[in-house]
């Protein structure tokens, strides 16, 4: 998969389900695109310690002064597992694929 791939499956997610959208478009491909420039969702789980310890050190898109609040990152995981999952129900991941 392709960096434009990627951004065009989260469209097509975010048509069907935007409650994650911010964090998902600021947070979450951010950091796995444009931080890690890994375009497979199957690669991702290799670097889950890497976004966590980055969320904890990312600053806010308001203020950035101030780092992401706990609620912040607690859903930037809930966008990230949203989309998994979004990912495995349209087939585009196969189920017994490890994430």
Known sequence: ?????????????????NRHASNLKHYVLRFFLSEKEEFN??????????????LDSVTQLKNKEKTLSLGTKRNCLAALNSFYKWLKENKILVKNQRI
């Open 1 to 17: 998969m392709t960096k434009h791939d990627i951004e065009a499956l989260a469209i097509k997610y975010l048509e069907e389900d």
């Open 41 to 54: 969702p199957l690669n991702w789980g290799s670097h889950h310690n890497d976004f966590i310890r980055w």
